[in-house]
C-alpha cells in the first residue's frame, strides 16, 4: 500500500486533534459530550472522532467509494444532532449546549435574524462553511439535507425540473417578506414558532412525496430557502467543478447526480449547474475521469484533497460539537 494514501488521513486526524483538543483546554463549560459525563472523558472522545475522520478520509479518496460514505457520514450526522436534541428535551440537559433553544430547521439561519434583527450561532457557522466549502452545506452539513438525501433514494430522473429558478426565487422571498411581517407587526415568539415549524413539517412532507418520485431532493433544490442562499454566495468560494475534454457524453454521471445539476446543456458546456454542491458522486459515474475539482492553480487531484480535507474535517468536527 503506497505511503501517499495516508497523507489526507494523517492530516485530517492532526488538525482534527489539534482543534478539538484546542475547544478543550480553553472553553470553561465542557462542549464535548464525553467531557461531560466522564472528567477527562473528552480526550478520548477527541481521539474517536479524529479516527473517525482519518477512516472516512481514506475510504473517500477513491472517487468510487463517495457516494456510500457520503450517505453514510451525512446519515450519521443527522442521527446524532436528532437524537442528542430529543435526549435533551426529555430530560438529559447535557446533551443540550447552554443557551436559547432554536427550532432545528434550516430555514431559521436565514429567517431567525431577520425576525430577531441579529446574528445568530448557526447563521455565522454557516457563513463560514460558505467561505470554506462553498456549498458543501448543502451535500455534507445540513442536518435536514440527510433527511432529503435518503428520501431521495437513487435513481434520479434525467429530466431537468422545470421553472426551478422562478420556485426558489420565489420561495426565499417569501420567507424573507414573512418574517419581516411577523417583525413588523410584533407577532409574538410563540406564533412565530409554530409557523415555523410548520414550514419545517411542510419540508418533511415534500421530502416523502416528491424528493422520493423524482429521485433528486426536491426539497433542497426548491424548497429550503438556505439552499437558494448557498446558489447565491457559493461563487465567493474558489472550489469549482468542470468537464473536461476527456467527456464522451455518456451521460452516466447523471445517474449519480441528486441535485439536477448535470443534464445534456451543463455537460456540453463543461460544467456542472449552479445547484451543484460539489458533492463529488458524479466522479463516481465518470468511467473517463472527465470531472475535476479546480481551486486556483492547483492540480485536479491536489484540489480535490484540500476539498476532500476541509469538508471532512469539518464534518467531524461538527459531529462532535453541533448541538441545540
Known sequence: MKLHAFRLPLSVFIFISVFLSAIQVNLPHPMLI??????GGGWLEIIVIATYGAVVAYKMQNPVNVPYWRKVTWTLFSIVFFGQLILGLLGFEKFLMTGKFHLPIPMMILGGPVYRGQLSVMTILFLSTIVLTGPAWCSQFCYFGAMDNLASGSKPKKEKLPNRLAIKTTGILLVIAVTILLRWFNVPVLIATIIAAGFGIGGVIIMVLFSRKQGKM???????????????????????????????????????????????????????????????????????????????????????????????????????????
Open 34 to 39: 464525553a467531557e461531560r459525563f466522564i472528567k
Open 218 to 324: 426536491i426539497h433542497c433544490l426548491l424548497y429550503c430557502p438556505i439552499g437558494t442562499l448557498v446558489n447565491v454566495l457559493k461563487p465567493a468560494n474558489p472550489f469549482r467543478l468542470y468537464i473536461d475534454n476527456n467527456c464522451t457524453f455518456c451521460m452516466k454521471c447523471t445517474s449519480n447526480c441528486k441535485y439536477d445539476a448535470l443534464n445534456q446543456d451543463d455537460i456540453r458546456k463543461k460544467k456542472p449547474d449552479t445547484t451543484c454542491t460539489l458533492c463529488g458522486d458524479c466522479l463516481a459515474g465518470c468511467h473517463h475521469n472527465a470531472i475535476k475539482y479546480k481551486y486556483f492553480s492547483l492540480k485536479p487531484e491536489t484540489a480535490r484533497r484540500l476539498y476532500l480535507f476541509l469538508t471532512i474535517s469539518i464534518h467531524a468536527i461538527f459531529l462532535a460539537l453541533a448541538r441545540i
